[in-house]
């Protein structure tokens, strides 16, 4: 699972959706830099895949990739927690493989790359998209621009929630005008 390390300064948000990968967000603070990057990814249900690239040293949020998901997802609004403290910036995380969902699950880490098995759910209304990963109550959310992370009290990231954006009639992720 992936926790907070620490809440750094905002960045831009440039969506990379198409046809091919549905959900692509790239934030500015290495797109421009070129710096190694490291691949968190889970495994969720009906082959869906999502991907989180991050510094690797500094666990920055790079991008976040939904590479594959269902065409089932759930078409209903997430209902986050409103008593939740909320902090501006753009997370940095680490990998915490030992918290993993389920011990019995097939997880792999490398210098490059960790890959996980869990049950993660996406959320789809007019407005926005949103990853489930953990059904824990959210105490902290981090806002970049029109991205929330949610992360619970032992500093789990539980969801992210992409405002502002819905997948279009083709499927992939569009700015909502």
Not at 55 to 78: A, F, N, W
Not at 82 to 89: A, L, T, V
Not at 105 to 111: A, F, N
Request: with cysteine; charged share 25%; glycine share 4%.
């Amino acid at each position: 699972m992936l926790k907070l390390k620490e809440i750094c300064n905002v960045e831009n948000v440039k969506n990379e959706s198409d046809f091919y990968v549905r959900v692509k967000i790239l934030f500015s603070n290495y797109y421009v830099q070129n710096k190694p990057i490291h691949y968190w990814s889970t495994m969720g249900p009906q082959q869906t895949l999502l991907e989180i690239g991050l510094g690797q040293l500094s666990g920055d949020v790079y991008e976040i990739t939904i590479v594959s998901m269902p065409k089932d997802y759930i078409h209903r609004c997430l209902n986050i927690s409103r008593n939740s403290i909320e902090k501006i910036g753009l997370p940095s995380l680490s990998i915490d493989i030992e918290s993993s969902n389920d011990k019995n699950l097939p997880s792999y880490s490398d210098e490059y790359a960790t890959r996980e098995t869990n049950d993660f759910e996406i959320y789809v209304d007019k407005i926005s998209v949103s990853v489930v990963l953990l059904q824990s109550e959210v105490i902290l959310k981090v806002i970049n621009g029109p991205i929330v992370f949610g992360f619970d009290k032992n500093n789990f990231l539980c969801f992210i929630k992409m405002n502002e954006m819905r997948l279009n009639e083709e499927g992939f992720l569009e700015a909502v005008k």
